[in-house]
């Protein structure tokens, strides 16, 4: 079993910062990949950035440039940095944490606010 926690969201004004940490524990040696989805009432879920245990990277076009993922994995934790937050940003963010391939685990989701 693998237990997901994330942190740091919450109410940002357009143009601010947030980061956003996601924290794994539970059974396993290593971690495949981590990353980042959002979602909004009525949407389908949708990537943000993913990063794998080798370091590479993915971001969707909406936030390249913008948002930085990052992993410790001695910590066994991702960060999200975001920058240049626009309202449009608003959403609930989930961390997913993926042991090894085709195997997921889902954090409870942490809100992120873009507004004046």
């Known amino acids: 079993q693998v237990h997901v926690a994330e942190s740091g969201g919450g109410l940002v004004q357009p143009g601010g910062s947030l980061r956003l940490s996601c924290a794994a524990s539970g059974s396993f040696s290593r971690i495949y990949a981590m990353g980042w989805y959002r979602q909004v009432p009525g949407k389908q879920r949708e990537l943000v950035a993913s990063?794998?245990?080798?370091?590479?990277?993915n971001y969707a076009d909406f936030v390249r440039g913008r948002f930085t993922i990052s992993r410790d994995n001695a910590m066994n934790t991702v960060y999200l940095q975001m920058n240049s937050l626009k309202p449009e940003d608003t959403a609930v963010y989930y961390c997913?944490?993926?042991?090894?391939?085709?195997?997921?685990?889902w954090g409870q989701g942490t809100q992120v606010t873009v507004s004046s």
């Open positions: 990063i794998m245990s080798d370091g590479s990277t």
């Open positions: 997913n944490v993926d042991p090894r391939p085709f195997t997921r685990y």
